[in-house]
């Protein structure tokens, strides 16, 4: 759940802050255009979504070449539109100015869905793993975290435009200037680290270290960005501290005191959404990449080839791993876990897809460690998915008896010292 969460939060709280402020400034300047930016986010989410498909179906779209001609129209666009709003272009022809200026802002807000969105419109295909079924825990943990994350991106989206309608134009211009900046910094170290890793350009020592910390640290644009757009919702709320004075009569003075609560609200929904979105991005993901340990292997009796474990050790519903040192001397470990009152799933400590990472127990759950993925009780000893690779057992004398050579023959999927 975490997972969709974080990647949700922040791939899509770049494109939400950068929309809102030219949505916000453009309506400040023009008192229109929430109709027109409307409409090319939506032709921007449209072409977005072609493309995702597109990426999910066919070899045709290189995500790379795509992105860097993107992010390049998008660089150029971005600095049009900067010298529009600070009258360096058009001076003299004003509304011509203008209109050039919210053109170049629809362009614009088009150009970060168009960016931004596939990847969005793909999570959902991540879900199910070949092989899994859509009805399960994790397919609903997975949903659960996506939907969490766009709804999260989408309020604090509406909450900053909100509260970026009650602030200067003047302010919003500076505001906006300085977080497309960020931006703008952000798509050129992209550019250049991908024209570098392609010898499009040749490599050079001074780019390289200094693309070097920029790429390593992507993320700190997100929070330059974060930092400056908080602005909004801190000034809002301090420009509308108090009652208040004004308005000609008890009607007018309730209207205004309305007013003031409605913006301080916003503001609160704005820096209650950014506080959530670093929460999500620095805690969460912290606890999602923790390192899991896996718990020790137990002890079991080893005779006549064969490996025999009493019934009453496992037959607690837990997992129980144990392991077994093959000829070779590679450690080859396998898990057994009570399925109902009189089968057990048996199988190695490795799938066919993510290999030898091991499996954990979450909630009374036994999870993949490496795509943490929630296996389905009942199918662990059959093929198929992430399941455990199943290993054959039978029950005699009230012990399970395992074969020492079906774990010899296993041994290469655990590194084997001779493969």
């Not at 990426?55 to 795509?66: A, C, D, K, L, Q």
Request: proline letters at 3%; aromatic letters at 10%; glycine letters at 8%.
């Amino acid at each position: 759940m975490l997972k969709y969460l974080i990647l949700v939060v922040q791939n899509m709280l770049t494109t939400a802050i950068l929309t809102s402020l030219t949505l916000a400034f453009v309506q400040k300047e023009s008192g229109e255009g929430r109709r027109r930016l409307g409409a090319a986010f939506g032709a921007g989410a449209a072409a977005a979504l072609v493309i995702a498909v597109l990426r999910r179906t066919t070899r045709y779209i290189n995500r790379e070449y795509w992105n860097t001609g993107t992010l390049a129209f998008s660089i150029f666009v971005g600095i049009f539109f900067l010298l529009l709003i600070w009258s360096v272009l058009f001076r003299k022809r004003g509304a011509f100015r203008a209109q050039a200026r919210d053109a170049a802002a629809a362009v614009l807000v088009g150009l970060q869905a168009f960016y931004a969105l596939p990847d969005l419109f793909l999570y959902p295909t991540e879900f199910v793993l070949a092989g899994e079924s859509m009805i399960s825990t994790d397919f609903l943990f997975s949903f659960i975290g996506y939907l969490a994350g766009v709804l999260l991106v989408l309020l604090s989206a509406l909450a900053l435009h909100r509260v970026g309608q009650t602030l200067s134009a003047r302010l919003l211009r500076a505001l906006l200037t300085a977080a497309l900046a960020i931006h703008m910094a952000n798509q050129l170290s992209s550019i250049l680290q991908f024209l570098l890793a392609r010898r499009i350009i040749p490599m050079m020592r001074w780019l390289f270290n200094l693309l070097r910390p920029v790429i390593n640290h992507n993320v700190y644009f997100l929070y330059a960005l974060m930092l400056l757009s908080v602005l909004l919702p801190l000034l809002t709320w301090l420009q509308n501290r108090g009652p208040g004075e004004g308005g000609q009569n008890p009607a007018e003075r309730r209207k205004l005191r309305a007013a003031r609560r409605r913006r301080r609200r916003w503001s609160a929904v704005a820096a209650s959404g950014y506080v959530l979105a670093v929460l999500t991005m620095t805690m969460g993901k912290a606890y999602s990449e923790r390192e899991v340990v896996l718990s020790p292997a137990e002890p079991m009796t080893i005779a006549n080839g064969e490996i025999l474990i009493p019934l009453e050790q496992v037959g607690d519903w837990h997992l129980h791993r144990f392991a077994h040192i093959a000829s070779d001397g590679t450690e080859v470990r396998f898990i057994v876990v009570q399925k109902n009152e009189a089968a057990f799933g048996v199988g190695l400590d490795a799938c066919d897809i993510c290999g030898a990472t091991g499996y954990y127990e979450r909630d009374d759950e036994v999870v993949c460690k490496l795509c943490d993925v929630v296996m389905n009780r009942q199918t662990i000893g059959f093929k198929g998915g992430c399941n455990p690779v199943p290993l054959a057992y039978a029950v005699r004398g009230g012990q399970m008896v395992i074969q020492i050579e079906d774990l010899e023959n296993e041994k290469s999927r655990f590194g084997s010292r001779a493969s």
